[in-house]
């Protein structure tokens, strides 16, 4: 791979989301504001799972007043969660659902992040796609993968086997990143498609074609050398902020950019004039 190519331009188009189109038709309707209920007749108790249903509404209007009156709270939240741990147990609660039911308990601020940054990927969604069935419906680049690997038998697991899904996408040159940083854009497209898809429902893993294609994006990482610094740079921080860290590709992906960084230092070192420091 030339040190100066240029990015695919068909692969940069093919893994590009709908761009945002603001509309009053994919604005999502102001949500109905959760009623107080007595859950478990404990006041304080009951009054914290209300404030967690206020949060999870995402509305900006109805959360800050929920920050504000979870101040008002005065028994310490890890006190509150034992006594909520006490009432799911005599309840006869499996211990998943104690688990489950517990977790985050109190932290009204940190489940009001989440909720409102799901809110905001809702309005993206909608606002890109223009509603959820078009969202879940195959885009051009599922389609690309789908038809790259028709025929092609999944693993035990489900999943596509790298080497032979690797050779057939190789045959499409729509789907072969030409640069790191083709490989960093479809990874980013496939992440943000199943950010968006998750918005909205309780779902939205990418499919096995789709998820082989993202790996096979992260294994070339390890094979095209960086065009500079910043692209070596970018590559780096992708796999140690992403789920890449400690996989099989982190080795090579590593070892191609320190060799490739060493090769363009020295490429830029020939072509200088020395300088001599006395």
């Known amino acids: ?59 900006q209007a109805y959360v800050d007043k929920a920050l504000e009156a979870v101040t008002r709270i005065k028994t310490p939240m890890k006190v509150l969660e034992k006594r909520y741990m006490a009432i ?20 009204i601020e940190l489940l009001a992040n989440k909720a409102i940054k799901k809110s905001r990927d809702r309005h993206e969604a909608l606002a890109r796609f223009g509603s959820v069935e078009s969202l879940f419906a195959d885009t051009p680049a599922e389609k690309a ?34 640069t790191i940083g083709d490989c960093l854009h479809a990874r980013d497209y496939w992440r943000d498609l199943c950010r968006l898809r998750y918005a909205t429902e309780d779902y939205g893993d990418n499919s096995p074609q789709s998820f082989a294609h993202e790996c096979y994006c992260l294994a070339m990482l390890a094979h095209i050398r960086p065009r500079d610094a910043a692209e070596a740079i ?11 860290v400690h996989s099989d590709e982190e080795r090579p992906i590593m070892r191609n950019l320190i060799v490739s960084g060493w090769e363009f230092a020295n490429q830029v070192t020939q072509h200088q004039p020395t300088e001599v420091l006395v």
């Open 1 to 59: 791979m030339d040190l100066f190519s240029s990015d695919n331009e068909a692969f940069r188009v093919l893994f590009t989301l709908p761009p945002i189109k603001a509309s009053a038709g994919t604005a999502l309707a102001v949500p109905e504001m959760p009623k107080e209920s007595a859950t478990t007749g404990d006041r304080e108790i009951d009054a914290v799972l209300w404030l967690q249903s206020v949060v999870a509404t995402g509305h």
């Open 88 to 107: 799911l147990q005599k309840s006869g609660a499996h211990a998943f659902q104690i688990l489950f039911g517990t977790m985050d308990f109190g932290e």
């Open 145 to 178: 993968c789908r038809k790259a690997l028709r025929g092609l038998k999944a693993g035990v697991v489900g999943l596509f086997d790298k080497e032979p899904s690797y050779a057939r996408f190789s045959k499409y040159p729509s789907l072969v990143p030409a």
């Open 234 to 244: 970018s590559a780096f921080d992708h796999v140690a902020e992403s789920d890449s």
